[in-house]
Structures are given as C-alpha cells and as structure tokens.
C-alpha cells in the first residue's frame, strides 16, 4: 500500500519560512517524480513545484519560483519543499504526489498525500 505523509506546516508571519517533508512508502521511490500541489479555501488544487526521480530535473510555478526550492533525498524515500519569503496568498493545504512524469498536470499523479496546513499571517 503506498502512502504518502506530509508534516512540517504550520503558522507562519509573512516573510518567514517553512519547510515541508513527505515521507513515502510502499513505492520504489526511486523511480518516480514527486511533486507538490496546495489548495486554498474555494480554489482549486494548483501545482505548486516537482522534481524528478533523480532530483537533476525541477518545475516551479511563477508564483514561487525564487521563493520555494524542492529537493528529495532517495535514500530517505523523501521529498521536500522549502518555502522562503513566505505571503499570506501561500496559505493553503500542502500536498504530495508521486508521478512517473516531471509534470504540472494533477491528473498525471497516480499518488497523493493527505496534506499538511500552511498558514501565513500579515
């Protein structure tokens, strides 16, 4: 069974940073892309950043690229994403996915976590 866990959100005053972590199993973790995806309170779910298996291939939304690094370390079966400069329109629930393509497309994510709060104050 494969699972994906999110944890490390939490409150935060704009400007500040975060770090996120989703920690997989039941996959060979190696072998596939992983993203991040938020979703805001009566938005959609966007993407958010994904690197690929080998960690040598990454995609940025606009909207983060700058602020925002991801990074993955496979011995670990864990991706990460570090969120600098932080605004409250990045306030959201976080998630992650595991694809077999560095992609953008929600839909081409076969796995998802269960997401982790990120709450940026003013």
């Known amino acids: 069974q494969v699972r994906l866990v999110e944890s490390g959100g939490g409150l935060v005053q704009a400007g500040g940073s975060l770090r996120l972590s989703c920690a997989a199993s039941g996959l060979t973790f190696s072998t596939y892309a992983m993203g991040w995806f938020r979703q805001a309170p009566g938005k959609e779910r966007e993407f958010v950043a994904a690197i690929s298996w080998s960690g040598d291939l990454t995609k940025y939304a606009d909207s983060v690229k700058g602020r925002f690094t991801i990074s993955r370390d496979n011995a670990k079966n864990t991706v990460y994403l570090q969120m600098n400069s932080l605004k409250p329109e990045d306030t959201a629930v976080y998630y992650c996915?595991?694809?077999?393509?560095?992609?953008?497309?929600?839909?081409?994510?076969?796995?998802w976590g269960q997401g982790t709060q990120v709450t940026v104050s003013s």
């Open positions: 996915a595991a694809s077999r393509l560095v992609v953008v497309t929600r839909t081409m994510y076969d796995y």
